[in-house]
């Protein structure tokens, strides 16, 4: 423990945490949109237990990333068709691209069913998914996620105390805000319908963050990641589009109710 409390571990905890949040919110996201899925009473505890067994995963898979490194970044196999696809794909990059293809396909069955007819959305919401499937869906999920900002730490510090208590921050942070986020998606369904394609966007940065991992090529053209700014500015443009029509609106239907009350 000596040397633990340092100044400088003290500004890399405040460091780490800020990431956490940062690279958390896309997690969070999913968290609330999969518990949507069971019965109403269950969704907050289902929320809760979900975050808390990630951060168990999590913290496991932290010390299995400082034990083990290389095996994740080592490639296991080769795609070698000459122009047409190339690339060398390790665990990580295999992970990341099946989550990101995992939560583009969620995302885009949640859209369908909104656009789907009544009866259909009716009948879909009876069949609502038991506690334990949602809670592996979670858990699993979180994995995926949790590379990018366990990577991100171990650039930081290679202290693992001072990881996992950002880590444990995190959760608390995720824990706190879950149920009101939660909440006001439940009484401003529009916003739903964002959150759906910033979900869908977050598989979109997935896929390329795998395919630039495994120096994926299609025709001789490298897959380039999605940055971190590019995600935050797009997410940005797309809640300005969202609350200016929202707004634009209001305003029409209020003209509306005007010109016929006169």
């Given at each position: 423990m000596e040397g633990l409390f340092t100044l400088e571990n003290l500004f890399t905890l405040g460091m780490l945490v800020m990431l956490q949040a940062v690279l958390g919110f896309d997690n969070l996201l999913y968290i609330?949109?999969?518990?949507?899925?069971?019965?109403?009473?269950?969704?907050?505890?289902?929320?809760?237990?979900?975050?808390?067994?990630?951060?168990?995963?999590?913290?496991?898979?932290?010390?299995?990333?400082?034990?083990?490194?290389?095996?994740?970044?080592?490639?296991?196999?080769?795609?070698?068709?000459?122009?047409?696809?190339?690339?060398?794909?390790?665990?990580?990059?295999?992970?990341?691209?099946?989550?990101?293809?995992?939560?583009?396909?969620?995302?885009?069955?949640?859209?369908?069913?909104?656009?789907?007819?009544?009866?259909?959305?009716?009948?879909?919401?009876?069949?609502?998914?038991?506690?334990?499937?949602?809670?592996?869906?979670?858990?699993?999920?979180?994995?995926?996620?949790?590379?990018?900002?366990?990577?991100?730490?171990?650039?930081?510090?290679?202290?693992?105390?001072?990881?996992?208590?950002?880590?444990l921050i995190g959760a608390l942070m995720m824990v706190w805000l879950a149920d009101s986020i939660a909440a006001f998606l439940q009484k401003n369904r529009m916003y739903e319908v964002l959150g759906l394609f910033v979900l869908f966007i977050v598989g979109v940065m997935l896929l390329s963050e795998g395919g630039h991992i495994a120096h994926l090529k299609f025709f001789g053209h490298e897959i380039t990641q999605m940055s971190k700014a590019t995600f935050y500015f797009v997410i940005a443009v797309l809640v300005v589009t969202e609350l200016v029509q929202s707004r634009y609106s209001k305003k029409l239907s209020r003209l509306k109710t005007k010109n016929a009350q006169d």
């Open positions: 609330i949109i999969e518990s949507q899925r069971v019965e109403k009473s269950q969704q907050s505890k289902l929320r809760k237990t979900g975050i808390w067994m990630a951060v168990l995963f999590r913290l496991i898979l932290l010390f299995t990333l400082l034990k083990l490194l290389s095996y994740f970044t080592e490639p296991f196999f080769v795609l070698a068709w000459t122009g047409v696809v190339e690339g060398s794909f390790n665990l990580r990059a295999v992970v990341v691209l099946l989550g990101g293809g995992f939560i583009i396909y969620t995302a885009m069955k949640e859209i369908w069913h909104m656009l789907s007819l009544e009866d259909q959305m009716a009948e879909e919401k009876e069949k609502k998914s038991s506690f334990t499937t949602a809670l592996v869906l979670i858990v699993t999920m979180n994995v995926v996620f949790s590379f990018d900002s366990i990577l991100s730490a171990m650039a930081l510090t290679d202290n693992y105390i001072v990881m996992a208590t950002a880590i």
